[in-house]
Structure formats: structure tokens, C-alpha cells
């Protein structure tokens, strides 16, 4: 899903003129009452550069009071064409970066300041001291499941060493958040089955956002499912009855797998995360 940029009003920014890319990451700021919104938008203009990311990619910020209107303030803190004047966000020494902000959250729980807003995401950029390689990706990429840490959103480090491997989990891990049933952080992984060629959804858990349990399947296709069907990603929230309910992301409805598009969302439930009705 393209989306041009122009579409979000700005005031005092600078433009991409690029396009929104998929797996952004969204939040509503209870303190402050208003959306936030980290957005990952290709820039055209960045050249391919051998052995690296490739994403040509910035990671932006925008906000909002009611989702529909938004405004991207003046960050000052990357320069671009000559000017800071413009809402990039700043990820330290980095570099390239596809999918480390997918998921943000504030967490007011935690006593660190600078680790008031966290990100986890399935993220692939150039290789640093201690991380391993994704060879699909090329020599020189890191690759896994990375955390990241900010005081204010806009300012990001991240956290060194990957939290789970490329073999356990895969792109599209969603936060299903900390829940308080279970005093655990939650989080959904793209998983694999028959081969690594069906994708299903696996749950992790943390007490501390750095130590996942390795991914166990939460939602697998079945008997009663059309041949070739595969769950993409989830959503899951904790329900008022002490349950959670959540989307989940069906394709392949008409047994023409994955790559025909036919995205369906199915309602779910369940007691504990592990075990799930879809309605």
C-alpha cells in the first residue's frame, strides 16, 4: 500500500517526495492525547549501494490529535538537502534501517527515562560487532529481531545484539504489548511450517523486552482450511473479560496461496494467548 506523501498535510517540513512504505509503526499517546505516527518512506534519491540494505529509505514522524488530520512537526535533528528543518528521525550510527520502528510503544512502567518509548521490529541493516548474518540478504547485513530504545520518540538507539534470530522468527512481528493477565511483555512472530513454505503465527513472551522465549505456535492453518493458506500477521488486545481478541490476517482464502493477494481478516479469541478460536 502506496500512499503519497503529499496527502499528509505538513507544516514547516520538508518533503520526500517519496511514498509511505508498508509496516509502519502507529500509537495513541494517552499523556499527550494525540496519535503518533513513524513512518518508513522511500526516497528515490538515495543511491543503490552495493552490499548494503538497499532500503533507499528515511524513517519519518508525524502526529495528530483525531488520526485524520496530521502534522509533521520540525524535528531539527537530521539535515537534509542543506536544512534540518524537517521531520526525520534520528537512529544514531546506524545507517540504513527497514523495519526497526514497525512496532513503538511508551512504556511508563519503566524507571529508565531514555527507555520510555520502545521499538521491536524484524529489521535488516548493515552488520555490527556481535550480530550474525542473514545470507539471503548478502555478507554484509545483520539480520534479526532488534530492539530500540528513545526517551521522546524521535531520538533512537539501538539496543546491540538481536533478541531472536532470522531461523526462529521472520518479518511481520507485531507487539501484542505487556499484558497484565500474565506480567509478560507479548509478541507475535511470523513462523514457518512443511518446510518453511506456510507461513503461521508463533507467540513470545519477555519479562523484560531484551530475553524472548522462543516463538510457540499460537495459529497454524488447519484440516477445515482451503489448500495453501497462510497467516501473515496478527493483532491481538486484551478484552474487558480478561481475554484477548485480535484480527488475524488470513490469505490464500481461495487456495491459490500466498502470492494471490486475497487477504481476508478473521476474528479471534482467546484465554491465553497460546490457544485461539477464530470465529
Known sequence: DHRDLHSFPTRRSSDLNGSLLAR??????????????WCRCFDPRIPPKREAVNTRSRWTYSVSPDGINWERPELGLVEFEGSKKNNLIFLGDLGESNDLLHVVV???RDPNPAHRYKAIGMDAHPIRPGEKVFPYLGPKIGAGLFAAYSPDGVRWT?????LLGPGMARDGSVLNGYSNLFNKWALWNRTHTKGGSIRTLGISFSDDFEHWTLPEFGLVPDDQDPPK???DNISTV??????FI??????????QGNDAGDLLPQLVYSRDLRRWTRV
Open 158 to 162: 539501538l539496543r546491540e545484539g538481536f
Open 106 to 108: 511508551k512504556d511508563n
Open 246 to 255: 485480535g484480527l488475524l490476517g488470513a490469505s490464500g482464502n481461495r487456495g
Open 24 to 37: 509502519n509503526g502507529v500509537m495513541y499517546d494517552h499523556d499527550e492525547k494525540r496519535f503518533k505516527f
Open 238 to 243: 486484551e478484552s474487558a473479560d480478561g481475554g
Open 229 to 231: 493458506m497462510e497467516f
